[in-house]
């Protein structure tokens, strides 16, 4: 066996090809689904240093084919980054993604490591092409890797053309988020307008999913903390006489809360409005101390129709949250109809 050979077989890795055949320039090998090849990315690589890749798939069928390039990483995870385009380059190819090649069009893919970007560590080593369509395909394909020390091609089955077999895309589509089921359907005027809220409607201070507690209530009319979760218009509210005070409500599974609702109490023309809170924090729990998730002051936009929603940015889980009253519009304790803790 002569040195060339065995160069050429270590160049194809490792394999033998059988020389083409025919006028179409088959190979006249077995067909394959999947096309493995190696990416000689093994190169100086940082701010001063970059490395391009360009890869070029051309359907050589009479028909539209769906192409699926799949490059990996030296751990052997997925590179899904999409191609650059720019001063002529395209990148039409989206790595683990099927795209559809028109017969005789070339799909391209491009990318660039190092530089500025410097991202050496996330570079792809091996690349597979799949066919997605039906019937047979004839595929070829080309590449390389270029550095500031030499440019090398990415040899795919020897430079020739090959037969592959199409098989259906496995690849499964995400499954979209389901619809939230709500669990707190409308009782009266007062209920939570997000009927999605985490929190079930309650009946008493606790329940299988969670537990309603507060500073204070107003015992002469018995407000407790759960009538601000029992979606009705029964209104919870700290003691005469407390314009400050905390209610808190606190999920036997922990969840994230990304907003949350506050209604004023309803039918109450005189107090209704007054005691409605003006300044609050809104807080979580993280086993040791409180951490603030939202804050909010001068609220003084409270109607009767419909529920105030404040957005905030969590996307941590917790068990226990609560809302800390600093101030309400006037009158002599802090009175809401209803809460609702929305997130996932």
């Known amino acids: 066996m002569s040195w060339l050979f065995v160069m050429v077989v270590l160049l194809l890795g490792g394999a033998v090809l059988p020389s083409p055949v025919g006028a179409a320039g088959t190979t006249g090998s077995t067909a394959v689904e999947n096309m493995v090849f190696s990416i000689p990315a093994n190169t100086f690589?940082?701010?001063?240093?970059?490395?391009?890749l360009s890869l070029n798939i051309t359907n050589l069928s009479k028909s539209e084919q769906g192409i699926k390039l799949e490059l990996m990483k030296t751990d052997g995870t997925a590179f899904a980054a999409a191609g650059t385009t720019y001063n002529g380059i395209k990148?039409?190819?989206?790595?683990?993604?099927?795209?559809?090649?028109?017969?005789?069009?070339?799909?391209?893919?491009?990318?660039?490591f190092g530089g500025q970007t410097s991202n050496c560590d996330d570079r792809p080593f091996v690349g597979t092409l799949t066919?997605?369509?039906?019937?047979?395909?004839?595929?070829?394909?080309?590449?390389?890797?270029?550095?500031?020390?030499?440019?090398?091609?990415v040899i795919i089955n020897g430079g020739m053309v090959w037969n592959a077999t199409s098989a259906a895309d496995n690849t499964t589509p995400p499954t979209p988020a389901p619809t939230p089921v709500p669990i707190n359907q409308p009782v009266d005027g007062c209920s939570v307008t997000q009927t999605n809220s985490l929190i079930h409607a309650m009946s008493a201070n606790q329940d299988v999913y969670g537990t309603a507690t507060s500073s204070s209530i107003d015992t002469v009319w018995n407000t407790q903390p759960f009538r601000a979760f029992d979606n009705?218009?029964?209104?919870?509210?700290?003691?005469?006489?407390?314009?400050?005070?905390?209610?808190?409500?606190?999920?036997?599974?922990?969840?994230?809360?990304?907003?949350?609702?506050?209604?004023?109490?309803?039918?109450d023309t005189q107090y209704g409005y007054v005691q409605s809170p003006k300044a609050w924090v809104f807080e979580a729990y993280d086993g040791k101390a409180w951490t603030t998730l939202d804050t909010r002051s001068g609220i003084t936009g409270w109607t009767t129709t419909k529920a105030n929603v404040y957005t905030i940015d969590n996307k941590q889980a917790y068990n226990k949250y609560r809302i800390r009253f600093l101030e309400n519009n006037g009158g002599n304790l802090v009175c809401i109809?209803?809460?609702?803790?929305?997130?996932y």
Request: glycine share 12%.
């Open 337 to 343: 109809s209803e809460m609702g803790m929305m997130g």
């Open 131 to 153: 066919t997605t369509g039906t019937g047979e395909a004839q595929l070829v394909a080309s590449g390389f890797v270029s550095s500031s020390l030499y440019s090398v091609p």
């Open 232 to 267: 009705s218009c029964s209104p919870f509210s700290t003691q005469n006489g407390e314009i400050k005070g905390w209610l808190a409500y606190e999920f036997k599974a922990a969840k994230t809360v990304t907003s949350y609702s506050l209604q004023m109490k309803q039918g």
């Open 91 to 112: 990148s039409d190819l989206v790595p683990g993604a099927s795209v559809k090649i028109a017969a005789g069009h070339t799909g391209t893919y491009h990318f660039t």
């Open 45 to 52: 690589c940082d701010q001063s240093h970059m490395v391009e």
